[in-house]
Antibody, heavy 120, light 108 residues
Framework: QVQLVESGGGVVQPGRSLRLSCAAS????????MHWVRQAPGKGLEWVAV????????YSADSVKGRFTISRDNSKNTLYLQMNSLRAEDTAVYYC?????????????WGQGTLVIVSS | SYVLTQPPSVSVAPGQTARISCGGN??????VHWYQQRPGQAPVLVVY???DRPSGIPERFSGSNSGNTATLTISRVEAGDEADYYC???????????FGGGTKLTVL
């Protein structure tokens, strides 16, 4: 069955960096585009970034552009989110999700999320 | 940037029909997807491309999209349907995913 397992969350000071990982299994990872979506405590869903199946195309939200980088390693079936210059407003549960081939498709499976807390 | 507007809350009695709207400029030209998120859980896709259902989603969940409003309809509402619901589109101009603000469905 499809599994997406996020890891790498934790408590980090403002201005520091963190890298999240999303381990995929149960499907052919290299044929799916992948998204990161976050949810601040008590708030709604906020899209963060997407990467195409082969990693050649990437798009990100204005709120994280220049600070966050999405990447993937298809040989390891793993998606990453490198987060630099973290701010308090980046505090959220971060979910990875897959879409079928094209980045515009619906997000059909989601991981359970990993919590990032940015605080001094 | 493209904006999706949802009512913050909708309430319905068990067995009745719930309708959750998602407003956006000329939204009928976009494919709208809907997600259910129960408390403490990850979102689940319940309707995609305006009106299609993923396997395993009950037929009670349906969707429509016309003009400036897309609608998620839940028939014969059950207590287990109580959750937050989000609409989502892809904005081709900005190459961004856009989510609505979410609607909390309360089953009375």
């Amino acid at each position: 069955q499809v599994q997406l397992v996020e890891s790498g969350g934790g408590v980090v000071q403002p201005g520091r960096s963190l890298r999240l990982s999303c381990a995929a299994s149960g499907f052919t990872f290299s044929t799916y585009a992948m998204h990161w979506v976050r949810q601040a405590p008590g708030k709604g869903l906020e899209w963060v970034a997407v990467i195409s199946d082969d990693g050649s195309n990437k798009y990100s939200a204005d709120s994280v552009k220049g600070r966050f980088t999405i990447s993937r390693d298809n040989s390891k079936n793993t998606l990453y989110l490198q987060m630099n210059s973290l701010r308090a407003e980046d505090t959220a549960v971060y979910y990875c999700s897959r879409v079928n081939v094209v980045v515009t498709a619906p997000l059909d499976y989601w991981g359970q999320g990993t919590l990032v807390i940015v605080s001094s | 940037s493209y904006v999706l507007t949802q009512p913050p809350s909708v309430s319905v009695a068990p067995g009745q029909t719930a309708r959750i709207s998602c407003g956006g400029n000329n939204i009928e030209t976009k494919g709208v997807h809907w997600y259910q998120q129960r408390p403490g859980q990850a979102p689940v896709l319940v309707v995609y491309d305006d009106s299609d259902r993923p396997s395993g989603i009950p037929e009670r969940f349906s969707g429509s999209n016309s003009g400036n409003t897309a609608t998620l309809t839940i028939s014969r509402v059950e207590a287990g349907d109580e959750a937050d619901y989000y609409c989502q589109v892809w904005d081709y101009i900005s190459d961004h995913v856009v989510f609505g603000g979410g609607t909390k469905l309360t089953v009375l």
